[in-house]
């Protein structure tokens, strides 16, 4: 018997579901609030046309003279947005017999694997960027930090600045701090550490950890210090909930949607930062 889309069995979830997987997707996500993002749902078309405008030099001028034109000649980046889903399936019994919130499980399950989806999507593009610090097997110092910010204050990056790694190669950083703190009573960032495992700012820095980076067959991992203006993300369309009623196999379909694209923007605007990620 073919699948039928209808609203009994599971319809009494659906509104819940949705709106625990809209709200996790928002709350899971790292990297969203951090890069620039173009809502293109209300255009023709899949993609987005960015414009990079290039820097440009003032000069002294003599009294009275005409200045001379300076062309300004901007280049774009093309993003194109594509579909990602992931579905997932209650059986009536499940539903019947679970001692749980179903709804809220599931809605949590499909938010979280969008939020991971669109995190590594954009967390992939720090292989991409130019400029790099750090090595192979160097742990995470706070020296790299402060050279990867003069790297981006040498490129006129448009501030804030976010610093994004993987737990495993923050902790190295975050038990420094933590050190400092707790010997000499002077580093606020290292007592905070302490308290809350939360590392907060060094030069000017907005620091965040993330499990989708991954780490290489010899422990490294690359994040990255940059400006929301390096990397752009294109949302066509917002995460969606679809239920599909599958009566001969007693159970209801949950299909999540989303569509997105992701590129790099301005190169410069970015640093790749090379560190060990073994504990």
Known sequence: MANEITSSVGSELYTNILQEAIFTAQEKSIMLPLVTVYDISGQ?????????????SASAVAEGSD??????NPSEVTITASEQGVMASISDLM???????VAQDVGRILGEAVAKKADEDITGLFTGLSTSVGS???????????????????????SPF????????????????????S????????????????????AGVQLFESAVISIDSSDDSIGAVFSPKA???????????EEDRNASARLTEYVATATWGVAELVDAYGVKVISDSAL
């Open 44 to 56: 023709a078309g899949k993609t987005v046309q960015v414009p990079i405008y290039p820097t440009v």
């Open 67 to 72: 200045l001379a034109n300076t062309a300004i």
């Open 95 to 101: 539903r019947e017999s679970a001692g749980r919130n």
């Open 136 to 158: 192979a097997g160097t742990e995470l110092t706070a020296d790299l930090i402060f050279k990867a910010v003069a790297e981006l204050r040498v490129d006129n990056a448009p």
């Open 162 to 181: 976010y610093g994004v790694f993987h737990p495993k190669a923050i902790y190295n950083l975050k038990k420094t701090l933590a050190n400092a703190g």
């Open 183 to 202: 010997v000499s009573a002077l580093s606020d960032i290292g007592n905070e550490a302490l308290r809350t495992g939360y590392v907060g700012q060094i």
């Open 231 to 241: 990397f752009g993300v294109a949302s066509k369309k917002g995460l969606t909930i």
